[in-house]
């Protein structure tokens, strides 16, 4: 006499010493309805797809073909079909992983719920971002270039979308001799060196609040500095001194590199 699926079922699963609780949590399916399959006992079961697949997942982890379960599943509830449908059924929405916990599908579907509203949500926000930002553009450009007009009929036609690069927010700072080597006296952000610098060998500096620098009067046409790689004019002569010395302080590094020469405020003129 051949077996019946639930015998199949529940012989190979003996054989390889696993308990209904064990398959319970490999499937998470609900230990009852794994005793109703070994029973060969459908009506209990949710029915259609869902008892296919608890079949399958069933034979699938105590090693049967899942193929040949699914037949022998069909052929046993072809001879139950009537009863199957005659008997109230009853509906059970939980997944058990042992005999003695039942967790409910319940939360698991109100957070799948909660997470879809908020993507949704989400999307919304973004699309009506994208939508306004165009709008919001052209209204602040139009004010802009109210306000140029109106102070300056002659920028009335110019691109307000044009604007000057940002200003620079770290510096360098070279100085190098351009013939023959120059005693330099440096106080950069309050640290003081003497070095000697040459054609081949510049000093450079990185301040960030003021940079002080001293020279040979006799070497100004000697001397040059760049900052951020533009040259910056020094000066050649310091009334009443025999050294030229000047300062950039915290501030002024920007207007010195936009204008390319130091200012008359940057010179020491104290001896």
């Known amino acids: 006499m051949s077996l ?3 015998e199949k079922l529940r012989q190979a699963r003996e054989a390889r010493g696993l308990s209904i609780s064990q398959i319970a949590e490999q499937t998470r399916i609900s230990a009852l309805y794994l005793r109703c399959i070994e029973s060969d006992d459908f009506r209990t079961l949710p029915g259609g797809i869902f008892n296919k697949g608890f079949v399958k997942s069933f034979a699938k982890s105590v090693g049967v073909d899942e193929q040949e379960a699914l037949q022998d599943y069909a052929q046993l509830v072809g001879g139950q079909e009537s009863q199957i449908e005659d008997a109230p059924k009853t509906y059970r929405s939980e997944v058990l992983t042992d005999d003695r916990s039942h967790s409910s599908m319940f939360p698991t579907i109100i957070f799948a719920v909660i997470i879809l509203g908020l993507m949704t949500a989400g999307i919304l926000m973004g699309v009506r971002y994208i939508q306004q930002a165009p709008s919001a553009i052209n209204t602040a450009s139009s004010s802009n270039t109210s306000e140029n007009s109106t102070s300056n009929p002659s920028l009335a036609n110019v691109n307000t979308s044009i604007q000057s ?15 023959s080597p120059v005693s330099l006296v440096s106080i950069s952000d309050g640290e003081k060196s003497n070095v000697l610098i040459k054609p081949d060998k510049p000093s450079v500096f990185q301040p960030k609040d003021s940079l002080r620098l001293k020279y040979a009067k006799a070497q100004s046409n000697n001397v040059q500095m760049t900052i951020n790689g533009k040259p910056i004019a020094l000066p050649s002569e310091n009334a009443s001194r025999d050294a030229i010395e000047f300062e950039i302080k915290h501030g002024e590094f920007q207007s010195i590199l936009e204008s390319g ?7 020491i003129k104290t001896r």
């Not at 020469?261 to 010179?267: C, F, I, P, R, T």
Request: glycine fraction near 8%; proline fraction near 12%; charge should be positive.
């Open 4 to 6: 019946t699926l639930g």
């Open 165 to 179: 690069p940002p200003p620079a927010r770290n510096f360098t700072v070279e100085v190098k001799a351009l013939k």
């Open 261 to 267: 020469q130091l200012g008359s405020n940057n010179l």
